[in-house]
Every structure is written in structure tokens, then in C-alpha cells.
């Protein structure tokens, strides 16, 4: 035990020289070592404590009469002559302390041997070997110089942050056992998954492919919105080859050094040259890859270069080596039209957000680790959760064993999911926030109008739930509607549908309030974006015709807005797209207004419900939902012989 106790402090501060440990995993190469003031100052102290003992004779030195006076008092014991200098031991009369021992120069004194036998002082010469302490005095302090100076050398050449290495490439490489991913835990995208799966075979086998003349892709582009599992597929296909996995962002390429980002793609494509066959994957590749010249103001040399070296590099290896180049990106409209070539990143994978089914296979991938309760339906929590990527699925899941672990709960049951999903769509509950009876009273109104005109037309999405609990930075409240099915295309009337719900909570408060408030801005916001896409991109102007007035580069993957578009019509044009969009949102502030007019005695008690209990969702619902679709085909039934019966009760 204390022999231990001994050796802690020598270890700390070998650890604290070495640098911090992980655990013996971390490889040699791989050691950081920490540079500090402290090492210097050490190094100084140690440098200072030689120079002392090396030149301690020299403190001792004394006038050659004093040295004449020593002998001739009897107080030496024993003299070495050398050639330049006389030492003397002088006589301890205390043996507990050392003996002390002066030296003087030496000058031509013929007497002094024949003085030193006359007092029975020992002596003997020396050749003057004092050349071993000088160089000591030297050595060690430059040895001690350049072994700091090379702690500082590999401090700055080590590392990915290091100077010297600013031309290597900062490439993570996974060996094969440390991907640890393979197909079967992608989910949700079987199509991108068939798309990639000849690439594995090449890498397994390519002589089954050249014996026919075939040559494998040299570059996959791998495209879709943020989350759909894009480096997650990459990873898979190493794993599932069996392949190192060298991984590297579009943006690590580029630094402000110039030259540095062309140097990193050349080691980068050295090193897996080297560990063929292998696969490179580039992680958001529009860093790196923006078509050259799309602004000639602000554009980027350096990041050119960069770029021109990757095509060189793409072009230069050979397909038969096994190295296949995998890029990701999420916008691949402003991608270099010299990258997509044929030769180049010449096959695209799209992968697009999941359908219902996939939503269901993901959720079930990620619930292995996490004990669900007997309630949990994962297809409803896939119908419930539509736009929903896999990183929104996965987010879900954790959220939802979180919640569940507050709770103190044994297994995550479905309520968890639901407040899981409420939290994500709509953000974290504020049930603390104050809200005065007055505001609180608007709120309900508005968002019972939204709701009533959902359940009041046919071609809407069912409403799922209504609360007036503050949730996020600004939503005082929320109405929630869930789609049947996955829908791709929006019809025109579906679309007005839209335009009258988001216009319902503004048309409630006018209604029973007689006056308006700001909380219908993102509604206004959310409907005129609608409107101006129904005339200007969709052709649903029945003035203005079925033309576009748009012409952009907008990411297929992406919601970009409107930012960005280039006008391509007259002013005329532009006045009879104002006045468009002015008379459809009109129309149908009207069309809203007539039906909460006739639904008021509805809307009255759906408003008193919600201002009692905040939320209502599930067979409450329903049975509101289910009375009011009766009461609509009850007024449709008896509006007489002259109506077609087939037609909405609502016209737009």
C-alpha cells in the first residue's frame, strides 16, 4: 500500500506529461500531448540545478595566500595540484558534516611541495580533465532543449488541429468491425437499399463484374432532406461489404490557407488507395462541390481548387482498385454540373422522407432498445406522425423513454409517445405562462374556429386534437390534424380547403368578438404563402390562366420559401397577381365567415369544452366531430329537389 502511495505522484505527472488516456483504446499515433507553461519553467529550474552542481567548485574559490595560510595552520588535509587550478580538502573536526573543499589558481610557486610533505599534507596532480564537467554543463541543457522543443514540434504536428499537418486530410476511418451497421439496421428506404446493393457485391466480388467487361460507378450521390439516413445508408453499405469507412465533411476540406484543401483530397484519396477496397464518403458535399462561377463576385479560389482537384482525383484512379466515392447532400441543384458526369458521382440514390409503412419498419428498428408498454401500437404512432424522417422517429422514440423515466414508469406506454409527438410538432408544454381569462377566452375561440371549419368541410384532414396550453416560444394554442393516408398531390379545392381552416380562428374572433388579434399572424403568413403558390407556381388562376410566374433553383428536399426568385413578368403582371391573391383570400374569408355563422351554436359549446378542460382529443372528439358531420347532412338533405345532392354544403 504505501508503496503505491509512493509511486501516485510520479504517475499523475507522467499521465499529465502524456496527456489524458481513453482507456487503452486510444492507438499510439493518436496520444495528445498537452503542452504547458509549466513544462518550460521545469525545464528552466532543472537546466539552473545542473549549472549549481557543476559549477559548485567555482563557489568555493579563494586568493592562493589563503590557500598558503590553510597549510600553514594545519587545517588541509589533502591538495591536487592540476595545471590551472589547487583543490584542498580542508580538515573536518565535526565528522557528521562533509568535508569542505576550496580551490584556488595556481601560480609558479617552486616551494609548495616541499611545504606540503613538510606538514604531512597529501597530495597528488592532475591532468586537468575538467572538460567532462564543462561539456555536462552543456549537454544537458541543450539535451533538455530540444526534448521540450520536440514536445512543442509534435504538439503542433499532431492532431487534426495541428500546423504542421494542416495539408492532411482530417478523415475519420472506421475499420470493418467498428462500423458495427449493416442493412438490416436501415429501415424505411428499401428502394435506396436495392440501388446500393450492387455496390456491395462489387466490393465482395468485382471479378463478377469485369470478367463481363463491367465497370462498378465510380462516385454514388446519395440525395435527400436533412434526417432520411443518408450517412447511415453510407455506413451501411461499408458494414455490409466488410470495407473501411472513410468519412469526411464537405467542409473540412476548405481552410485559409490556399492550396491546403486541394493537399487534403490528395491524401485523402492516398490513404484509401492504400486500403483498398474501401469506400470515401464525403458528408454534405455542397460545401465543397457549389458550381464554379455561380457568383463571380464573391467567389471562393480556394474552395475552386479544392474542387478541381477532387475532379482530377475522381478521374485519375482506377475503378478495379475498389475504392468507391460516396457523397451526401441535400441540395443538389447547386452542385458543379462537372461533378455529376457520367465517371464521376454518376449514379444518384434519392432518398425521400417515408411513407407510412416505413414510418413503421424505422420505429420499429429503434423500439428494440426501449421496453414498450402493452398499449403501444407503433402503425398508429406511424400514422401519426407524417413528415416525419428517421431522425424525427428516433428523436421520438428517446423523447418518449424520457418522459417515461420521470415518471418513474416501468415500460413506455402510448400515452408517453403522445406527449412525445405533441412535444416535437408543437413544442414544450408552458402550462406555468399566465394568461389572463380575457386572452385565454380568445385563444379557445380561435382555435375552435379552426377546428369547426375542419370537421364543417369534406376534403380536409380529420382533426386529432385541440388544446389551449401554451407550447414554444409564442403558440398559445394548437389544433392538430392527421392525415389518413400519405397524400403527394393537392387538389385545387383541397387547397381552399386549407386556405378557409387557416382562416378560421381570425373569422371566430371577429364573429363573437367583433374585434381581431395578433395571434392569427403565422395563420395569415401560412395562407398567403398558399394563395401566392396556387396562382404563381400551381396555375390555379382562373383570370391569370394556367401559367407560371416562377422561375427558381429551389432544393426538391428543401421548403426554401420564396427567397432567391427571379421576376420574369411585367409590372401589369405583378398588379393582376396582387389583386389574384387579394380576391381569393376574400372569397374565402367570406365562404369561412358564412360557416361560422351558421355553425355559431357550435362553435359556442366546443369553445366552452375547451376553456374547462384545454384538451380535447380521442372519442370526445369524435362524438363532437360525428355530431357535427350530422347536423351538415341533415341541413344538406333538406335543402330540396332543386340542389344537387352530391354537391359540398359549402361552396368556394
Known sequence: MAGNQQKDPLTKWINRFRGPSNGGDR????????????????????????????????????????????????????????????????????????????SAVRVEDPGLVNELETHGIKYRGSTGDRWIGTLLSWVVPLGIFFFVWSLLMRRMGSGPQGVLSVGKAKVKIYAEKEIGVTFDDVAGIDEAKAELEEVVDFLKDPGKFEKLGGKIPKGVLLVGAPGTGKTLLARAVAGEAGVPFFSMSGSEFVEM???????????????????????????????LGKARGLNPIGGHDEREQTLNQLLVEMDGFDPRAGVIIMAATNRPEILDPALLRAGRFDRHVAIDK??????????????????????????????MTPGFVGADLANLINEAALIAARRNREDVTMSEFQEAADR?????????????????????????????????????DPVSKISIIPRG?????????????????????????????????????????????????????????????????YGMSEKLGPLTYVRESRSA?????????????????????????????????????????????????????LLERETIDGEELK???????????????????GHNATSPPIST
Open 27 to 102: 492507438r499510439p499515433d493518436q496520444r495528445k500531448v498537452h503542452f504547458s507553461i509549466w513544462y518550460f519553467i521545469l525545464a528552466v529550474l532543472v537546466i539552473f540545478w545542473f549549472q549549481s552542481i557543476l559549477s559548485e567548485q567555482q563557489t568555493n574559490r579563494i586568493p592562493y595566500s589563503q590557500f598558503k595560510e590553510l597549510i600553514k595552520s594545519g587545517k588541509v588535509a589533502s591538495v591536487v595540484v592540476g595545471p590551472d587550478l589547487v583543490t584542498a580538502t580542508l580538515k573536518n573536526g565535526d565528522n557528521k558534516q562533509p568535508a569542505k573543499i576550496v
Open 257 to 287: 490557407f490556399v492550396g491546403v484543401g486541394a493537399a487534403r483530397v490528395r491524401d485523402l484519396f492516398g490513404q484509401a488507395k492504400e486500403h483498398a477496397p474501401c469506400i470515401i464518403f464525403v458528408d454534405e458535399l455542397d460545401a
Open 354 to 383: 417515408p411513407d407510412i409503412r416505413g414510418r413503421e419498419a424505422i420505429l420499429n428498428v429503434h423500439a428494440q432498445q426501449v421496453k414498450l408498454g402493452p398499449d403501444v401500437d407503433l402503425k398508429k404512432i406511424a400514422a
Open 424 to 460: 416535437i410538432i408543437g413544442g414544450l408544454e408552458k402550462r406555468n405562462r399566465a394568461m389572463n381569462p380575457k386572452e385565454k377566452e380568445i385563444v379557445a375561440y380561435h382555435e375552435s374556429g379552426h377546428a369547426l371549419v375542419a370537421m364543417s368541410l369534406k376534403n380536409t
Open 473 to 537: 416560444i409564442a403558440a398559445l394554442g394548437y389544433t392538430q390534424q392527421l392525415p389518413t393516408e400519405d397524400r403527394y398531390l393537392m387538389t385545387r379545392g383541397e387547397l381552399l380547403a386549407r386556405l378557409k381552416v387557416l382562416l378560421g380562428g381570425r373569422v371566430s374572433e371577429e364573429i363573437v368578438f367583433g374585434d381581431i388579434s395578433t395571434g392569427a399572424q403565422n395563420d395569415l403568413q401560412r395562407a398567403t404563402d398558399i394563395a401566392r403558390r396556387m396562382i404563381m407556381e
Open 557 to 609: 428536399h428543401l421548403d426554401l420559401g420564396f427567397g432567391g426568385r427571379e421576376r420574369d413578368f411585367s409590372e401589369k403582371t405583378a398588379q393582376q397577381i396582387d389583386e389574384e391573391m387579394v380576391g381569393m383570400i376574400e372569397k374565402t374569408h367570406e365562404a369561412v365567415h358564412k360557416i361560422l355563422t351558421e355553425q355559431r351554436q357550435m362553435l359556442e359549446k366546443l369553445a366552452r369544452i
Open 623 to 641: 362524438k363532437f366531430q360525428d355530431e357535427v358531420r350530422a347536423k351538415l347532412d341533415g341541413e344538406e338533405s333538406s335543402l330540396g329537389a
